[in-house]
């Protein structure tokens, strides 16, 4: 069995804690690969390699910076289809699925090529006597990423991309259950121009973890992942005193109005909900139709489109709605909250809870679920599920739908789905989170607006990717600077006023 490696000074490293973690293919429940952890002491050698790297790499002149971007979109377009295959390997989603993880990222490399623009600083002229002011925006120096299993490619770009156009030197620290597409994304970087040392990748657990978070060298920190760790990760970051954005978990509401159009908010539910088996932080988890009508009538539309979603391996074609989801955990635990909603007293519509897929028994398949009259008070309803599974939740107003997403804990997306402007105007001001859709059902903005939630779903003050990601990555450095008039003048020693 083949084990993989660390990345490090451009180069592929063996690991040498002695531990590993398993690494499955989801569709088999089989190990393809051994992941080594590091210890403290290879996260630290990897950090002080960056360190030594970054400050040639800050100097280059940002337009060089961004010609690296430039070529490590070629080459992502040119290996495509092998990263694709990586991807769906390892976590298991579809081709035309990781190929979109793919892309989403790639998105953000493509504005990172107009990192000069974005770089540019501020300057006045004759604020006072002779005196000129202006800022600068210089990178932080070495920052870490920890990112999760469920975009594998998207995250580590949407969080390195940035950092490394604003000319930091990145430690990323990837998932352990699906880490070879970010190696091999950083041998691409490498090969679009990166120097040596200045992109490291560190597979490891809470070890590396932690001692990311308790490096002085280290002064900024990106996180996605649970809300639990995220807290965690922000508070003990803040306490060391770096930088901190941390991206937690979610419960995204659709709402759908008496006035809607229920073929299109059908299809839109079962998209969101399903695709990618429900391992998405934008994933559509609670339906809630507006009136008796409404539900019984979205309901009768839902089931048949559920029933036909075709669950496979990736290998089984392009037509797969969706893939087992990532590991023999992840399945017990999705399980385990569907018999939770049925004690509870959810009405379970679509039943998958015995699904097996002929020849692939021991993979971690869970096949789509339907709930209906599910309630405030359920675990399927409070918990971020992370699974083929989507409950139904009846309004009786439009207030009391909009309420239900604004109480909740989490607040990353939500979508309303109407023909009437005025309360699609009215939503989307008075909504409490931080992404929201209008007759959009997974509302992710794109590369140049900045993606990220509220409540307990963000951790930290500036978002992911867009303009948000520069200011992130950077810091402001603002000069006040006078020249003398001519030395026969003579010496001054006080400041003179800013008339």
């Known amino acids: 069995m083949q084990d993989l490696t660390h990345f490090l000074n451009g180069e592929m490293v063996a690991g040498t804690s002695g531990r590993f973690d398993d690494v499955y293919n989801p569709a088999t429940g089989e190990v393809q690969y051994k992941c ?9 050698s990897a950090i002080e390699a960056a360190a030594a790297a970054q400050p040639a790499w800050g100097a280059t002149n940002p337009q060089k910076r961004a010609r690296v971007m430039m070529a490590m979109v070629g080459l992502m377009n040119r290996d495509m289809d092998k990263l694709a295959e990586a991807l769906s390997r390892e976590h298991g989603k579809t081709i035309p ?59 580590p770009l949407w969080h390195v991309g940035p950092a490394l156009a604003c000319g930091n030197a990145v430690v990323l620290k990837p998932s352990e259950r699906d880490p070879s597409v970010p190696l091999m994304l950083a041998e691409l970087f490498v090969e679009a121009g990166l120097p040596k040392g200045v992109f490291q990748v560190v597979n490891g657990d ?27 990760i922000y508070s003990r970051a803040t306490a060391n005193g770096k930088r901190a954005q941390c991206f937690g978990g979610a419960k995204n509401h659709m709402i759908v109005m008496p006035d809607a159009d229920l073929d299109q908010a059908a299809d839109a539910l079962v998209g ?70 049925v004690e509870q007293g959810a009405k379970l519509v679509v039943d998958n809870r015995d699904f097996s897929l002929q020849g692939y028994e021991d993979g971690f398949f869970v096949g789509p679920h339907l709930f209906d009259h599910v ?27 909009l309420k239900l997403a604004m109480d909740h804990e989490y607040g990353n997306g939500t979508a309303i789905f109407t ?30 607006h900045t993606f990220g939630g509220w409540k307990k779903s963000m951790f930290g003050d500036l978002n992911q990717h867009g303009p948000d990601s520069f200011k992130f990555y950077t ?16 010496g001054e020693f006080n400041f003179k006023a800013m008339d």
């Open 272 to 341: 969101a909900g399903f695709g990618a088996a429900g391992e998405r932080c934008m994933a559509v988890s609670v339906a809630v139709p507006v009136g008796e009508e409404t539900a019984d009538a979205l309901i009768e539309k839902l089931v048949p489109r559920i029933e036909k979603l075709k669950v496979g391996p990736y290998t089984a074609g392009d037509d797969v709605d969706m893939g087992p989801v990532v590991t023999a955990a992840a399945k017990q635990r999705i399980l385990g909250l569907i018999n939770s909603g």
């Open 36 to 44: 080594p952890m590091a210890s403290a002491a290879e996260t630290t």
């Open 419 to 448: 023909r009437d402007g005025d309360t699609a105007r009215d939503f989307a001001s008075r909504v409490n989170i931080g992404m929201v859709g209008i007759n959009v059902p997974i509302p992710v903005p794109l590369a140049y």
């Open 97 to 155: 699925d990781a190929k979109g993880d793919l892309q989403r990222g790639l998105e953000v490399i493509e504005y990172c090529i107009g990192a000069p623009q974005m770089l540019k600083g501020e300057f006045t002229d004759s604020a006072g006597p002779g005196i000129d002011m202006y800022s600068m925006r210089q990178p932080l120096g070495v920052v870490g990423s920890i990112m999760p299993f469920n975009f594998p490619a998207m995250m």
């Open 375 to 401: 309630t405030p008070e359920m675990d399927i309803y409070k918990q971020e599920i992370f699974g083929p599974v989507l409950s139904t939740v009846r309004a009786g107003s439009y207030e009391e739908a």
């Open 475 to 490: 810091r402001t450095k603002t000069v006040t600077a006078r020249w003398p008039s001519g030395i026969k003048e003579g």
């Open 206 to 232: 809470k070890e590396a973890v932690d001692t990311i978070l308790d490096s002085e060298i280290i002064q900024g920190v990106s996180f996605v992942g649970s809300t639990p760790i995220a807290q965690y």
